[in-house]
């Protein structure tokens, strides 16, 4: 069984929690070195949702800036009890919502720096190349998406949650988020049939 | 349901998200439908191939970047708030600072009409006659009235050395006891006074 985002960070929470609540408290008195530790700990999350939703490196430089200023500011009106993550997730979307009408920006991709996504000296040059571009498709596809259909199909297959929960961070009824998401499912299934043309799709 | 109706709860079915009564009946259909069988397959294929971007991470350089600016951003907040909270804070703070200002300037001016205001101090009613006695009939000059013992604050340039000084007409005054005898052998009247020099 797969367990959600929520379910993930509910597992072994309370000390997570604790430790957060913690560090919130001392960055609220002005601790900048602990609201430094909350940055490390959620940058990548919020970094890649941003890109994810907007599609380029600037602007999801722009809005994860922008997530953590806001995390800053309304630090106080957190309640602690609670995990900060879905907190940060949700401010993301809202950042990215209002981010993503009129944006020009030309889309970049990832730069891979983990060890195990650096290309493999030893396998075939062709595959590598096959699944770069797959992936360039993939981001074309999914920069296509209409915005509602993109947060909601990112938030499902890319970040984890429930569909319940991402109905929750959208504000939208659950039967819309369905929708939406079988939808975009859909449109990136032709896309990847469009760009196989009768190759093997690299998984 | 025609297949194409179906391509909808297909897409959801690949990853689980249909609940019991629906999972079903899509699954009997996919037993039934070689075309729909095909599209969930296609869709499992295509599904983890999405999923592959999952692994997908940002730059270091490009985190450590995000994490300076908004580090940056936060001093500069700090420090803007520890003004703010001194002078330009909440609702609240200015209401207090507010009514404290206006406390300081309205003691200030009630103190200062109260200066202005200030009454000289009442003189004595002169004595005209007090009583006629028998005995001894003095007229007594009535005494000069005090001197205020607040004036009010006048800046003055310099004191001027030709001006008197007032204190001079008071140290000129000596005590002086006048006794009345009344008719009545029982009653004696003193009267405590003060005499002039030259009177």
């Given at each position: 069984?797969?367990?959600?985002?929520?379910?993930?960070?509910?597992?072994?929470?309370?000390e997570?929690?604790e430790?957060t609540?913690?560090?919130?408290?001392?960055?609220?008195?002005g601790?900048?070195?602990?609201f430094?530790?909350?940055?490390?700990?959620?940058?990548?999350?919020?970094?890649t949702?941003?890109?994810?939703l907007l599609?380029?490196?600037?602007?999801a430089q722009?809005?994860a800036?922008?997530?953590?200023?806001?995390?800053?500011k309304?630090?106080?009106?957190?309640?602690?009890?609670?995990p900060?993550?879905p907190?940060?997730?949700?401010m993301?979307?809202?950042?990215?919502?209002?981010?993503?009408?009129g944006?020009?920006?030309t889309?970049?991709?990832?730069?891979?720096n983990?060890?195990?996504?650096?290309?493999?000296s030893?396998?075939?040059p062709?595959?590598?190349?096959?699944?770069?571009e797959?992936k360039?498709v993939?981001?074309?596809?999914?920069t296509?998406?209409?915005?509602k259909?993109?947060?909601?199909?990112?938030?499902?297959?890319?970040e984890?949650?429930?569909?319940?929960?991402?109905?929750?961070?959208?504000?939208?009824?659950?039967a819309?988020?369905?929708s939406?998401?079988?939808?975009?499912?859909?449109?990136i299934?032709?896309?990847?049939?469009?760009?196989?043309?009768?190759?093997?799709?690299v998984s | 349901?025609?297949?194409?109706?179906f391509?909808?709860?297909?897409?959801?079915?690949v990853?689980?998200d249909?609940?019991g009564?629906e999972h079903?009946?899509v699954?009997a259909?996919?037993?039934?439908c070689?075309?729909c069988?095909?599209l969930?397959?296609d869709?499992?294929?295509?599904?983890?191939?999405?999923k592959?971007?999952?692994?997908?991470?940002?730059?270091p350089a490009?985190?450590?970047?995000v994490r300076?600016?908004?580090?940056?951003?936060?001093a500069g907040?700090?420090?803007?708030?520890w003004?703010e909270?001194?002078?330009?804070?909440g609702?609240?703070?200015?209401?207090?600072?507010?009514?404290f200002?206006?406390l300081?300037?309205?003691?200030?001016l009630?103190r200062?009409s109260?200066?202005?205001?200030?009454?000289?101090?009442?003189?004595?009613?002169?004595v005209?006659?007090?009583?006629?006695?028998?005995v001894?009939?003095?007229?007594?000059?009535?005494?000069?009235?005090?001197?205020?013992e607040t004036?009010?604050?006048?800046?003055?340039p310099?004191p001027?050395?030709?001006v008197?000084a007032?204190e001079?007409?008071?140290?000129?005054?000596t005590?002086?006891?006048?006794?009345f005898?009344?008719?009545?052998?029982?009653?004696?009247?003193y009267?405590?006074?003060?005499?002039?020099?030259g009177?």
């Amino acid at each position: 069984m797969e367990l959600s985002a929520s379910q993930l960070w509910m597992s072994g929470a309370d000390e997570e929690i604790e430790a957060t609540a913690k560090l919130i408290e001392r960055a609220i008195t002005g601790d900048r070195t602990a609201f430094e530790e909350i940055v490390l700990q959620h940058e990548r999350r919020v970094f890649t949702l941003a890109y994810r939703l907007l599609g380029t490196e600037e602007d999801a430089q722009d809005a994860a800036q922008e997530v953590f200023l806001r995390a800053f500011k309304y630090m106080r009106r957190f309640d602690t009890t609670r995990p900060l993550e879905p907190w940060l997730v949700r401010m993301t979307v809202n950042v990215c919502k209002r981010a993503g009408r009129g944006r020009t920006r030309t889309r970049s991709l990832f730069v891979y720096n983990d060890g195990a996504q650096q290309p493999d000296s030893g396998r075939d040059p062709y595959a590598l190349m096959r699944a770069e571009e797959q992936k360039r498709v993939l981001y074309d596809v999914l920069t296509g998406l209409p915005e509602k259909e993109r947060a909601a199909i990112v938030l499902r297959d890319l970040e984890g949650f429930s569909t319940a929960e991402v109905a929750d961070i959208l504000g939208s009824a659950e039967a819309t988020v369905r929708s939406q998401i079988s939808v975009a499912r859909l449109k990136i299934r032709k896309a990847i049939d469009r760009m196989k043309g009768g190759r093997d799709v690299v998984s | 349901m025609s297949c194409h109706e179906f391509e909808r709860l297909v897409a959801l079915y690949v990853e689980g998200d249909l609940d019991g009564t629906e999972h079903w009946h899509v699954e009997a259909h996919l037993l039934a439908c070689p075309a729909c069988r095909n599209l969930a397959d296609d869709l499992k294929e295509s599904q983890a191939a999405f999923k592959s971007i999952r692994q997908d991470g940002p730059n270091p350089a490009v985190l450590l970047s995000v994490r300076t600016r908004v580090l940056e951003d936060v001093a500069g907040m700090q420090s803007k708030n520890w003004l703010e909270r001194l002078f330009l804070g909440g609702l609240r703070q200015r209401a207090t600072l507010a009514g404290f200002a206006l406390l300081l300037v309205g003691g200030w001016l009630l103190r200062n009409s109260r200066q202005h205001d200030m009454p000289a101090a009442v003189p004595p009613p002169p004595v005209v006659a007090v009583h006629e006695p028998q005995v001894f009939t003095e007229t007594v000059a009535p005494t000069p009235p005090p001197e205020p013992e607040t004036k009010p604050l006048v800046r003055r340039p310099r004191p001027m050395p030709a001006v008197a000084a007032p204190e001079e007409h008071v140290e000129a005054a000596t005590p002086v006891t006048i006794k009345f005898v009344t008719d009545n052998p029982n009653v004696i009247i003193y009267w405590l006074g003060d005499e002039r020099k030259g009177d």
